[in-house]
């Protein structure tokens, strides 16, 4: 099928913590929903079939809970699939933007899939109510080609947005289409989380999922590309991620990507925003299997050797490292229970340090979630200090193995080479209760090599 994505720069409110009337509200996000009107045509013309919008790319962010107010659209949760805003604007009041996004949908016969913020009056009786009686939520919809509105997901795992409530129950919700059948969706930072993205996949046996976000990089583990598609990987299942542009805030990086293969858009230099449009297949089946014809050996030597040992802090988290020197070697590191070993061979030796890295703890800063993660890594300089440094650019070459002995079965696999591209393992999967990762030759210069494992029981 045909999917698109938009990676919108957004019309900002100058003053987010200024209180306005609901018309001046509309007017900000109306000129935002110009452009997504230009792209909605652009894309259908060009024959997609869907088309993905990004988080908070209709009203922007930094607001206060009572400034985001006159911001938010009433939308009914759980809609039947018998509501079209387009045809029928005056069964609700306030939905004059989910008004405009049916209307777009229905006149250019495509799925849209966009994030808006919606209020819910509650009662004083529900315990969960907050003072000033509403729900406020950070919500995606999904409209059909006819304008009506299948589905609705209100995120689960806020990140720091005081202006929005976390739903009393995690939504599962997916929406069916007639040329790639059940499509899940979530919100940026739930992608890290258990609760509700891992467990709607696995629940619904999904294959395709849709992904509004608003992500600021963070380089080396955490940039959007790269997660994005190393959770496609995992998942295997398709995804149209669609991620602000803002670069001056460090967003950027949207894409179209299914297990093994993925088109990407990031970049920090220029403004505007940016459709990217792809024909990808409907996945039916596991590619797994062609993943795990892993090479067999698990060496045990090449420990009497081993370079000192040193602690950085990369990701705010305090990583042990080894230095990866020479033009090839065995090297192991290890911190708590888990242990990580890398094969390496360098075809030309370059004047840049690389660092073998381990962390198995608990995440704390902007978020708690515990990890376990192995990190081939390019180093800022050529200090040990400057491992774990945002790096963009890289020339090594590096033929590598990496493997863990991995306590959780969910593995991310990350693979970003120079200028934050991405590249595919050859060979990856699990053996003898290890999960390899091992790459001959990178397209371009290499910036991480990683597993980056979450154990969701021990958040």
């Not at 698990?298 to 950085?312: L, M, T, W």
């Not at 440094?389 to 696999?413: K, R």
């Amino acid at each position: 099928y045909v999917a698109a994505v938009y990676e919108h720069e957004s019309i900002l409110s100058p003053t987010p913590a200024a209180l306005v009337e609901r018309r001046s509200a509309l007017e900000l996000m109306g000129r935002n929903l110009d452009v997504y009107e230009q792209q909605v045509l652009a894309a259908a013309r060009q024959g997609a079939q869907i088309i993905v919008f990004p988080e908070d790319g209709i009203h922007g962010f930094n607001f206060t809970r009572s400034s985001i107010y006159p911001y938010l659209d009433f939308v009914p949760h759980s809609p039947s699939g018998k509501w079209n805003p387009c045809r029928e604007p005056y069964l609700f009041n306030d939905t004059e933007v989910v008004q405009r996004l049916s209307c777009m949908a229905l006149k250019n016969k495509i799925f849209v899939v966009a994030n808006l913020g919606t209020k819910q009056p509650c009662e004083r009786s529900d315990p969960r109510c907050p003072p000033d009686g509403r729900y406020q939520f950070n919500t995606n919809v999904a409209l059909a080609a006819d304008g009506t509105l299948l589905a609705t997901y209100r995120k689960h795992n806020l990140y720091f947005e005081y202006a929005f409530d976390t739903p009393p129950e995690p939504d599962y919700t997916f929406f069916d289409t007639p040329f790639a059948g059940k499509f899940g969706m979530f919100t940026c930072f739930d992608i890290l989380f258990f609760e509700p993205a891992v467990n709607l996949i696995r629940q619904y046996n999904l294959k395709q999922i849709v992904y509004p976000t608003a992500w600021m990089n963070q380089l080396p583990l955490l940039s959007a590309v790269e997660f994005q598609q190393a959770f496609a990987t995992a998942f295997n299942v398709n995804i149209l991620a669609a991620n602000i542009h803002h670069p001056t805030l460090g967003m950027t990086g949207s894409g179209i990507y299914t297990p093994i293969k993925s088109f990407i858009y990031h970049n920090m230099e220029s403004y505007g925003g940016k459709l990217i449009i792809a024909e990808i297949p409907v996945i039916t089946t596991d590619y797994k299997t062609n993943l795990e014809k892993t090479p067999g050996r698990v060496s045990e030597k090449g420990k009497e050797q081993s370079p000192p040992s040193f602690y950085a802090e990369m990701m705010y988290d305090n990583f042990t490292f080894v230095p990866v020197w020479g033009e090839k070697g065995e090297l192991q590191v290890c911190a708590n229970t888990l242990c990580c070993y890398l094969n390496y061979r360098r075809a030309v030796l370059t004047d840049e340090l690389y660092a073998l890295g381990v962390f198995d703890g608990l995440h704390t800063v902007h978020g708690t979630y515990y990890v376990q993660a192995c990190a081939l890594v390019k180093c800022g300089g050529l200090s040990f200090s400057t491992c774990g440094q945002e790096v963009t650019d890289a020339t090594a070459l590096i033929d590598f193995q990496l493997w863990g002995n991995m306590s959780t079965p969910y593995i991310f696999p990350l693979l970003l080479t120079s200028g934050i591209t991405l590249d595919f393992a050859d060979h990856m999967g699990w053996k003898n209760n290890h999960y390899f990762l091992s790459k001959n030759r990178t397209s371009s210069g290499l910036l991480t090599a990683a597993l980056y494992g979450r154990w969701y029981e021990k958040d």
